[in-house]
C-alpha cells in the first residue's frame, strides 16, 4: 500500500509559477500528475520514471512544466511556470506499482495507476 499527499496548489495569476509536491510513503515505480477541471474528465499530464531519468508530457503543457524526482526522499515534484487560466484544475499524484516498464500508452492512461493522492487545486486568475 502506498500513501500520497500532494501540497503547493493555491490561487496564483496567470503568467506565475508554481510548485507541486507529492511525497509517497512506500516504493514507487512510475508517478503521475493527472487533473480535473470542474465538468470535465481527469487528463495526464506529466510522468516520471522510478529512476527519475525519463519523463513525458502531455503536449498541452511541454516547455511550461518540469516533472522531477528526489528519489531519496520519494518525492515527485511538478513545476508549473507560465500558469494560463486553463490550467486550473485539483491536481492529482499518481503511482503505477503493477510494472516497471515505461510504455507511454500505459502511463498515459488513468487506469494504469494503482495509488492515487487526494489532489492539490490549483487557481489560475486571468
Known amino acids: 500500500q502506498v500513501q500520497l499527499v500532494e501540497s503547493g496548489g493555491r490561487l496564483v495569476q496567470a503568467g506565475d509559477s508554481l510548485r507541486l509536491s507529492c511525497a509517497a510513503s512506500?516504493?514507487?515505480?512510475?508517478m503521475g500528475w493527472f487533473r480535473q477541471s470542474p465538468g470535465k474528465d481527469r487528463e495526464y499530464v506529466a510522468a516520471?520514471?522510478?529512476?527519475?531519468?525519463?519523463?513525458d508530457y502531455t503536449e498541452a503543457v511541454k516547455g511550461r512544466f518540469t516533472i522531477s524526482k528526489e528519489k531519496d526522499k520519494n518525492t515527485v515534484y511538478l513545476q508549473m511556470n507560465t500558469l494560463k487560466p486553463e490550467d486550473t484544475a485539483v491536481y492529482y499524484c499518481?503511482?503505477?506499482?503493477?510494472?516497471?516498464?515505461?510504455?507511454?500508452?500505459?502511463?498515459?492512461?488513468?487506469?494504469?495507476?494503482?495509488?492515487w493522492g487526494q489532489g492539490t487545486q490549483v487557481t489560475v486568475s486571468s
Open positions: 499518481a503511482v503505477r506499482s503493477r510494472s516497471v516498464t515505461w510504455y507511454l500508452g500505459a502511463i498515459r492512461k488513468e487506469s494504469e495507476y494503482d495509488y
Open positions: 512506500g516504493g514507487t515505480f512510475t
Open positions: 516520471i520514471n522510478w529512476s527519475g531519468g525519463v519523463t
